[in-house]
């Protein structure tokens, strides 16, 4: 007998032990625990987001203005950089070692590992991609990777378009909290203009993918997918070819222009000088680039100010204002003439101002003194100040109507009111019943208190276009397939009746036939227009013009401004009329090519601005 | 001169079924983890998954061959068989290496690892010493013999280098240990990896410890433990042994504590100076005293992802998405890492299928090697049972992160002919000789 046969069962039960612990082992990696699991997941599935392609933004004429274009970022893989090529990258991106090496650390801390790649120089353009592509291919943990992002053909408009920016941490943390899971930690979100305040319907919906991806991170198999839904397009109002003409014109010059369609409040052209160029903040350079522009520039570029200045005193073209009113409340007759009395209120030497065609054509001061005065002096009251008080409330109720002092309500942000002084802002100042007509009637020049911005001088000019009325100012029409909003399309009107607009309109025309806008004349089209010189205590005055053209029906209204441009006829109104030319006749005249070519030359700058913001 | 049998009289069917079970299941599971998913172009045979299939009906019709063989032609050919494999393994030696070791003959695109037959000749060549008349085992002269015959291709199978494949001859200390070789060899054995688990693991994990105030190392703590089990066994033995057997307990005792010792601090001295950081970092990951995903510790975090999975009841057949030729995330997933594919595509269940299925093959092997009245057959038997275990045992445990990542084949699901072939062989002959069970007396 074999006296070893029944080791046969320490055998069996080695055997049998290692089979269970096996089972358990099994049991506990599949069943118990599902870190394994989660882990597998991790391993062999990645949701990646597909993001929409923003909407772009279009003129009035379907020309592009805001797209696309191909840019490169470069990633980094940092487990693969070797220490030997850190000479050359340094010299590729022409960063010091130590900035290397910060990009470097950064690249595989935080939410980056080093095993993924992470982007280590943004937003290279397709040439200066192409200039170091050959280095980079012989770089190991190094390579492009092609983007989109937004392209701009013309650095136009900057202000109205306004820009995108890649997302802050603290804004993605607000909008995780709000909106939820509308923006990726890498978004790019609309800051300023039309970029913000259409930012929901330009950046479309969100797609995500869940696919399988094999050993090298290749995409295998498509578990789920959600696509991305394109942003909307923008179809701006803006007219390409004017915008650009303007920006041409306020080179170098500070100030603004505005073009409008009356008919429509379409807002054509809406110029902001000094600008900058919106492709600057798309890419890599925008902390750098923004810094620069924001503090170190005392002619304050990043300023929209069509509609953010609003502290523009409006000068002789708000007689305008009192003209319309004056005659409506029944206090002037387009016959009355005043004496032109330099002792009231300083005044150039002209033809005695007889009627109010006459008054306006020469801008006489103390022909508007006297129709102030008798706006805000009716004798309702037999105390002076009293008087006075309910005369400045009674204008300042019609001037409203004329959309001053309101907010228009343009679709770009930061819009500002302006300001009509009124009783409470007398009373605050000078103290109840301490101040009376002598006290406010610089106003009656548009001088004094008054702040307008350009957007709402330009609203002015639409307002006598169309005779008594105006739609809000917009610069866009339609957004996707969807028309606009109904606010735009809903008329305003001044209370002003259209027979008084008359003489005012003849007196504008008159302006510039054989007035103070001499300059602004153009051969095809009449133009009607007021100058207005705002005076200015330390440096030149400022030049502002508000026009329309043509007489009759017309189809673009416009106010030019131009900070520290001396004389309303000097710089603005050719400007305007340059405008008007190009954008009803699509060619400049010779004469038009003239002043243009006179304007462009001009420097008009002064970097200690009167305005503080 | 045996008789003519019947073999499908005689043949035990259970053992049959159950390595048609193994093969089969082998077979699909390599088909799945070479699996790319792609509409092959060209012909299924020059794929590895047709290749595969190849081997298994060479292994087939060999084995079948094999069944008609008189058990004592394979008995007489053993030793012939053993000097063919040791040519055979000298020759690979003038092989071009082929990641790194010469371990293949290359013949266009089919290869032979001559390493794997050496389980199959070493097997019959034991057996068949050992089964000779006049040799008993508790001689020590039989018992070099007997490591000499394993030694040798031991170390040819080193030189190649496939230190994976050299370890399975480890697996004989089991056959051994039936054939008479004291238990408390294994148990010393078992206790010296004990020692050297509990010492690498100390020394892994840093760990001190406070002593009257000083911080000491792990690993002295642990060699100071031992001391002080020993000097308690030393009293024991010395207040509660009658005399008579003192002095042979004192002996053991002594050899038990320095071992102990030579161990506990042998350990310190390899793991400081003789590893490398590859290796430390395996021991380390193994323990879980570190995570890697990426360097040393891919292949077992891979794999066990894969593993996990599988849950319940697994993903279906072809339906992996990590261990597989489509996904490729766990690396050797169609050779070393195959149970991978099987446990991700199967679950739990199917894991404990094929746990249950291969322990009663072995068992049942154990069973049929009790029951033969031939020596060379019993022996033979209990060195199949010892191959195929070991395999189990060690690439299972590997792939579950039990063990550390050794490069041993999983027997029929694992990638490779010669594999296959050796595996199937040892079956169909245990088979042969069993049927002839009643009719020779060796």
Redesign the interface.
């Known amino acids: 007998m074999d006296p070893f046969q029944n080791r046969r069962w320490v055998i069996i039960l080695i055997m049998l032990g290692v089979g269970l612990i096996f089972i358990f082992r099994l049991l506990f990696i599949q069943v118990i625990n599902k870190d394994w699991s989660n882990r597998a997941a991790q391993i062999s599935s990645t949701i990646k987001n597909i993001q929409p392609p923003r909407g772009f933004i279009y003129d009035r004429n379907q020309k592009l203005l805001v797209g696309a274009e191909q840019a490169y970022d470069i990633m980094i893989l940092p487990k693969d950089i070797k220490e030997k090529d850190s000479l050359i990258i340094c010299q590729l991106f022409n960063m010091s070692i130590e900035v290397l090496r910060g990009k470097i650390n950064e690249a595989c801390s935080g939410y980056n590992v080093s095993y993924k790649a992470s982007v280590f120089y943004e937003s290279l353009t397709k040439s200066e991609y192409a200039k170091i592509a050959p280095s980079i291919g012989q770089i190991s943990g190094l390579y492009g990777s092609i983007k989109t992002q937004r392209g701009y053909p013309h650095p136009i408009a900057a202000h109205a378009l306004g820009y995108i920016r890649k997302i802050s941490k603290k804004q993605y943390e607000k909008a995780k909290k709000t909106n939820q899971n509308v923006y990726s930690r890498n978004d790019y979100l609309g800051i300023t203009g039309l970029e913000k305040i259409y930012e929901l319907e330009l950046r479309g919906k969100r797609g995500n993918e869940n696919f399988l991806k094999d050993y090298a991170g290749n995409k295998v198999e498509i578990i789920e997918k959600k696509p991305a839904e394109p942003g909307k397009d923008l179809f701006t109002t803006l007219d390409l070819d004017l915008q650009l003409l303007g920006e041409e014109l306020m080179k170098n010059k500070l100030g603004c222009v505005v073009a409008i369609e009356p008919s429509s409040g379409e807002i054509l052209s809406m110029v902001s000088a000094p600008s900058f160029d919106p492709a600057l903040f798309s890419g890599r350079d925008f902390p750098a680039q923004y810094e620069i522009l924001l503090h170190n520039d005392s002619l304050k570029p990043l300023l929209n100010r069509p509609v953010y200045n609003d502290k523009y005193r409006p000068g002789s073209i708000f007689k305008l204002v009192h003209a319309l009113i004056a005659l409506q409340e029944g206090v002037l007759q387009p016959s009355t003439g005043f004496i032109c009395d330099k002792n009231i209120i300083g005044c150039h030497n002209h033809e005695p101002p007889s009627n109010l065609v006459t008054a306006i054509k020469h801008s006489c001061n103390p022909y508007f003194y006297q129709v102030y005065k008798r706006i805000i002096l009716r004798g309702k009251n037999k105390n002076y100040f009293e008087d006075s008080r309910l005369g400045l409330a009674n204008w300042e109720e019609k001037a409203k109507n004329f959309g001053f002092g309101e907010i228009l309500g343009v679709d770009i942000p930061e819009e500002k009111k302006g300001f009509l002084p009124n009783v409470d802002f007398y009373d605050d100042w000078y103290g109840k019943k301490r101040w009376a007509f002598s006290t406010i009637y610089s106003n009656s020049i548009g001088e004094g208190e008054i702040g307008v911005s350009p957007l709402q001088m330009a609203n002015l000019a639409a307002i006598i276009a169309n005779r008594g009325y105006y739609f809000t100012p917009h610069l866009v029409k339609q957004v996707g397939d969807k028309k606009i909003n109904s606010k735009f399309i809903q008329k305003h009107t001044t209370k002003i009746d259209s027979i008084f607009f008359i003489p005012v309109v003849d007196a504008m025309e008159q302006v510039v036939l054989n007035g103070t806008a001499s300059r602004a004349q153009l051969d095809s089209v009449s133009i009607c227009g007021k100058t207005g010189t705002v005076e200015n205590k330390n440096f030149n005055d400022h030049s502002v013009f508000i026009s329309f053209a043509p007489k009759h029906n017309p189809k673009i209204a416009i106010a030019v401004y131009v900070e520290y441009g001396t004389w309303g006829g000097t710089w603005a109104a050719p400007i305007a009329s340059v405008m008007i030319d190009k954008y009803l006749n699509r060619e400049l005249s010779e004469k038009s090519l003239k002043k243009k070519e006179r304007i462009m030359e001009a420097v008009i700058l002064n970097k200690n601005s009167d305005f503080t913001f | 001169m045996a008789r003519r049998i019947s073999i499908w009289k005689y043949i035990d069917k259970y053992l049959l079924i159950l390595f048609l079970l193994l093969l089969v299941g082998g077979y699909l599971t390599i088909y799945s983890s070479s699996f790319d998913?792609l509409n092959e172009t060209g012909s299924f045979w020059s794929t590895s998954s047709g290749k595969q299939l190849i081997w298994v009906i060479i292994s087939l019709l060999i084995g079948s061959i094999v069944l008609l063989v008189e058990g004592s032609f394979i008995h007489n050919s053993s030793y012939i068989v053993y000097v063919i494999v040791l040519l055979l393994l000298v020759g690979v030696l003038f092989m071009p290496a082929i990641k790194g070791a010469k371990s293949w003959f290359q013949f266009g695109s089919f290869s032979i690892q001559p390493s794997e037959f050496a389980k199959l000749s070493c097997s019959l060549a034991f057996a068949r010493y050992l089964s000779s008349i006049n040799v008993k085992f508790q001689d020590f002269r039989t018992r070099i013999k007997v490591i000499s015959i394993l030694i040798f291709p031991a170390i040819l199978i080193v030189l190649q280098p496939d230190p994976g494949t050299m370890l399975v001859f480890i697996s004989f200390v089991?056959v051994m240990?039936?054939?008479?070789l004291s238990?408390n060899i294994l148990l010393i054995g078992l206790l010296a990896i004990i020692i050297a688990v509990i010492g690498i693991f100390l020394k892994a994990s840093e760990t001190n410890f406070d002593l009257l105030g000083s911080s000491i190392s792990g690993n002295m703590f642990f060699g100071f433990i031992l001391l002080l089990i020993s000097v308690l066994s030393f009293l024991i033995i010395k207040f509660f042994v009658l005399p008579r057997y003192r002095k042979e307990k004192f002996y053991r005792l002594a050899i038990v504590t320095v071992i102990g010792i030579v161990i506990s601090l042998g350990v310190n001295h390899v793991y400081d100076n003789l590893f490398k950081d590859r290796h430390r970092n395996r021991f380390q990951i193994m323990f879980g005293i570190k995570e890697d995903r990426?360097g040393d510790g891919y292949n077992i975090?891979?794999a066990?992802?894969?593993?996990?999975?599988?849950?319940?009841t697994g993903k279906g057949y072809l339906q992996g998405?990590?261990s597989n030729d489509?996904?490729?995330?766990v690396p050797e997933q169609s050779t070393d890492f195959i149970f991978c594919s099987w446990?991700e595509e199967w679950?739990?269940l199917g894991?404990?299928l094929f746990?249950?299925v291969?322990?009663a093959t072995?068992?049942r092997i154990?069973m049929l090697?009790?029951r033969q009245r031939s020596k060379f057959t019993r022996i033979f038997g209990?060195c199949v049972?010892s191959v195929l275990?070991f395999h189990?045992?060690i690439n299972?445990?590997m792939v579950?992160?039990?063990a550390p990542v050794i490069g041993i084949p999983l027997p029929f699901f694992s990638k490779g002919g010669s594999a296959v072939l050796t595996f199937s062989l040892l079956i169909f002959i245990l088979l042969r000789l069993d049927a002839e069970r009643k009719v020779v007396l060796r």
């Open positions: 998913g089991f240990y039936r054939e008479g238990g990426t975090y891979q066990l992802s894969a593993i996990g999975s599988g849950e319940g998405t990590l489509k996904y490729k995330h446990a679950g739990f894991g404990l746990i249950i291969y322990i072995l068992i154990v090697a009790e209990y049972a275990f189990f045992m299972i445990g579950t992160g039990l």
